[in-house]
């Protein structure tokens, strides 16, 4: 009875974690022959496999990331998993504003076109600063592809329809924005939470400006994935997590196929501005859809990186 007991538990547990785990995948096959795609952070996790899923489906591939040998070993990744050699790297370090200033003068000499913009790569729950003197989650997550999206918005709009993917996160629920202290940088947890709810703001706001002019914006939340944010942590931190994440995380793979959904389909071009779980529109937290706070912040980044 006891062996029986335990035997049905098992398959119990088996199978609700099976589909905790469970996840959509984005089934439109558009090509994107001729179109140029720029992900930051694109050297591990969701970042690479969204760049060997778009490059598959024939797109130039750019990855824009601070470490240029990790960049280099994910472009020979790319390129031998999605058997394309349109794929090249770009050192952009978005902790460093001047860095951005100097990506995007870069890029826009070298490339021609920028048909999909995704804002990839962000920084985990921290307490650091940027060579700028920002919180390392604000300054990463939000002010960092701020500056970067609005220095390079004019080549989305000659190279309309374009997009841009912003990836969040459903902890921007568990804070709000509070415009006295946009730098708070005291519970790690609680910093990242505002940049991800910041993510949020900026897509909205970037949808509502751009409606019309042939650029559309999404927020995605990609879910809880098997990535590397926790290499910013202790070992016993780490070992916690591994256990924690092959329990109720999904792959990296997995976690891209939001991003892909919203960077291809034309069913996702309708909720330009939207909020995105699991390959569908999702509803935000009424604080969240607030448009007078989303063109507050949005005005209030313009002034901190220096763009008013």
């Not at 826009?108 to 307490?127: G, Y």
């Not at 604000?138 to 960092?144: I, P, R």
């Not at 990242?192 to 409606?211: D, I, M, P, W």
Request: with cysteine; hydrophobic share 45%; charged share 20%.
């Amino acid at each position: 009875m006891y062996l029986l007991s335990t035997v049905v538990a098992s398959l119990a547990v088996f199978f609700l974690l099976k589909w905790i785990k469970k996840r959509r995948y984005c089934t439109d096959v558009k090509r994107l022959d001729g179109k140029t795609v720029l992900i930051t952070g694109g050297s591990s996790g969701i970042g690479k496999e969204t760049a060997i899923a778009l490059a598959m489906r024939g797109a130039r591939v750019v990855i824009a990331c601070r470490d240029a040998d990790r960049a280099e070993k994910a472009v020979r990744e790319i390129k031998s998993r999605s058997r394309s050699l349109a794929v090249v790297c770009m050192e952009l370090d978005l902790a460093n504003l001047r860095s951005v200033r100097n990506f995007c003068m870069s890029f826009l000499q070298r490339e021609k076109r920028l048909d999909i913009l995704i804002n990839n790569a962000a920084m985990p729950a921290i307490l650091d600063w940027t060579d700028d003197g920002f919180s390392m989650c604000l300054g990463v997550n939000h002010l960092g592809h701020f500056l970067l999206t609005n220095l390079l918005l004019g080549r989305l709009k000659e190279c309309a329809p374009s997009r841009v993917v912003t990836l969040t996160c459903s902890s921007y629920k568990y804070q709000k924005l509070d415009f006295q202290d946009l730098n708070y940088n005291l519970l790690p947890f609680f910093t990242y939470c505002r940049s991800k709810l910041a993510n949020v703001y900026f897509s909205h706001e970037l949808g509502r400006l751009t409606q019309g002019k042939g650029v559309t914006s999404y927020a995605v939340h990609p879910g809880f994935v098997q990535s590397e944010w926790t290499c910013h942590y202790s070992f016993l931190f780490r070992a916690v997590m591994r256990v924690l994440m092959w329990m109720f995380s999904v792959s990296c793979e997995a976690g891209a196929q939001t991003v892909v959904y919203c960077a291809v389909s034309d069913e996702a071009a309708i909720h330009g501005g939207g909020y995105f779980v699991d390959c569908r529109a999702a509803t935000l937290r009424p604080f969240a859809r607030d448009a007078g706070v989303a063109k507050k912040l949005w005005e209030a980044s313009e002034r901190l990186v220096k763009l008013a």
